[in-house]
Every structure is written in C-alpha cells, then in structure tokens.
C-alpha cells in the first residue's frame, strides 16, 4: 500500500532528493567514500555548498545585497541569533503562534520588544492586521507561516522598517521579495531537507550596528565570511538541500511550485468546506497553502479517531492535529503530490458515507 505523508516535520521529501541523497551517502560524487564520512574540505563537498548556496540565489531572485548561508542549530537558533546581530535596542514582532512567541522571549534577551499585535486570543485562527509598526524599531519580526496553528500571511507587510521572517514552513513554496528583509531565516525540514541546518540570508549592511560583542559562532558575519564552512557543517542535509533545489529548479522554478500550492490547497480546503463531517479552524481569508488544520464538525466529534483510524488504513499518515488545535493538520509541502492530496480528499469522502 502506498503511504501518504502528511507529517509537519520533518516531513515528505521530493523521490529526487531521497534518491540522490541515499546514492551519495553510498557513494559520494564517485569517490569511493559515502557523503557521511568525507572531508567537508574536500572540493566535492565544497562544490556542493557552493551550488547550493548559488541556486538559492537563483531560484529566489537574491539581490546582491544579501549573503546566502547554511547553518547548524535550526531555525531555533535563529531566535536569539537574529536579535543578537541585529538587535540594538528596540525591535518590533507580530505574535502569530508558538514560534512567533518562542522568537519574541528570545528577543527580550537583547533589547526592547514591542508586540505590535497578536492572535492569541483565538488560539492563533488568524492573522492580525492593520496594527502599527513604531518607525524607531530596528526591524519587524514575522512569522509568515504557522505550521501549528494553519495560518500563513499572504502578504508580506509593507512597513516602515526592516523585516525579519521565519520561513521555516512556506520557504521556496512561492516568490518572495527578498530585498524587503534584513534576514530571512529557515529551518530544513519542511520545504529543502532533513532537519539539521538552517538556511540564511542576510542583508550584509544591517550588520555591525549592535554595540554589544557577538560570539564568533553566533556571528553571522563569521559564517558568511567562511562560506558557512567556519566549523563542520551538516553535509548530508546540505548535500539534500542541494538536490531539493535542483528539483525546484526542473519543475520550472518558484513559481510553478507557488501555482501547484494553490492549487493542492484549494482541493483540500474545498473538500472540507463540502463535507458535513469537518470544518476549518483557521480564518478563510489567512488559510494557509502549507498546513491544513481542520477538525470534526461538533455534531460528529465522537467520530475523530475512527476517521483517523480509517484514514491510516488507507495509506493516509500524519494528519494527527497539534495539541493545541486538536483534529487533523495535512501538511502539503512542496514535495506533497496533487495525488495523495486527491487520496486524503477521497478518504474524507468515502469516510462521509459511512456515517
């Protein structure tokens, strides 16, 4: 039976990048070694990080104001790592869910926060808007898709500041304005490679201006100056990073990835718009294309772990909805095939005429 993985991560991967990966970690690049225990100094890895940081140039439309880096630590890092370079005294971040208020206690650490507005008190269903960003705040911080909660910001603010983002869940998933960020930050596993890097990329003038001294490893001047080689990197998930964007790159590019988003996602939320046993939890207008979050319609509750269990039985995996939502989440990444969505959307139907 084939299996469907809608995990949220570390999640589904595209055939391309399990494959390549698994040959490699063989036999890398025709050496003889596997990809685990060569030198990252050696010029076959070195061409790896090299290629890969170029085509996230590519593929994203980089200015050549910004730096592109991979780093270890996950986007977790990237936390205290962002205000630590960047944060001098006051910063701004909208509060859209669990690692939107994970980067905000963070921050506190470096300077001044000022939560410009948040959705906790709806469980984190939509996405604030018309809130007021102060002019004197070094940058604003967002979260453009959250990956609990179902929401994703499809438009990114137009402000008076710098941005700061965690893409972690909806990096490479469409076209984004790159030259509009101080640092865009996100970790692996979603949308590029197994967890255990982070990619970066910075804007190389809004480094430096901090009074306070940076640790050489959480400096991301130390890291752009090494070409992300200043201690050993996480080859295998940069060398899966690499084939993830060479696959990118076939497909046609971001935005042919964007439009076969839109259109996973309209099938599925459509499904559950139709279907009397589910409802969504996240507002319509700030659904995100990435993470489904939908539970049982009330009237049906007692039914969640029959439908769960039924779905599993057909080859449906990891749609278990986060605590804190409950129900069901269908993470439909990039790499998610319209056909699996298509498989979840019959199993919800067939499912329907059982009840």
Not at 168 to 176: E, G, K, L, N
Not at 265 to 281: S, V, W
Not at 319 to 325: D, E, F, L, P, Q
Request: hydrophobic share 40%.
């Amino acid at each position: 039976m084939k299996k469907h993985n809608f995990y949220a991560g570390p999640s589904i991967l595209s055939e391309y990048t399990i494959k390549n990966t698994a040959a490699a970690v063989a036999n890398f690049a025709g050496t003889g070694l596997s990809l685990m225990e060569v030198s990252h100094r050696g010029k076959e890895f070195v061409a790896v990080m090299d290629e890969a940081r170029a085509l996230v140039k590519e593929l994203l439309d980089v200015p050549a104001s910004h730096e592109v880096i991979f780093l270890g630590g996950g986007a977790s890092l990237q936390f205290c790592m962002a205000p630590y370079n960047l944060l001098n005294k006051k910063a701004a971040y909208l509060d859209t869910g669990t690692w939107a208020s994970k980067a905000i206690k963070e921050a506190k650490l470096f300077g001044e926060v000022e939560v410009v507005a948040s959705s906790k008190d709806r469980n984190y269903a939509y996405i604030p808007k018309n809130y007021t960003v102060p002019p004197d705040a070094e940058y604003l911080h967002i979260t453009t898709n959250n990956t609990i909660f179902g929401t994703e910001l499809h438009r990114i603010p137009d402000v008076p500041v710098p941005l700061v983002s965690d893409m972690s869940s909806d990096i490479f998933a469409r076209p984004v304005d790159v030259s509009k960020f101080d640092v865009i930050y996100a970790g692996a596993q979603k949308n590029l490679a197994p967890a255990g890097v982070a990619l970066v990329l910075v804007r190389r003038d809004a480094l430096g201006r901090v009074e306070r001294p940076i640790p050489s490893m959480l400096n991301y001047r130390t890291h752009i100056d090494s070409g992300s080689m200043y201690n050993t990197p996480p080859v295998v998930p940069v060398y899966a990073a690499l084939q993830t964007l060479k696959w990118y790159k076939e497909q046609g590019g971001i935005a042919v990835i964007q439009r076969k988003n839109v259109e996973k996602a309209a099938r599925l939320y459509d499904e559950i718009d139709r279907n009397r046993l589910f409802t969504g939890t996240a507002a319509v207008e700030d659904r995100s294309l990435m993470n489904v979050c939908f539970v049982m319609n009330e009237a049906y509750g007692s039914l969640e772990n029959t439908f769960s269990e039924y779905a599993a039985a057909r080859g449906i995996v990891g749609i278990k909805g986060h605590r804190s939502v409950g129900g069901f989440r269908a993470s439909i990444y990039n790499a998610m095939p319209l056909d699996s969505v298509e498989a979840l959307v019959e199993v919800m139907q067939s499912f329907e005429q059982t009840v």
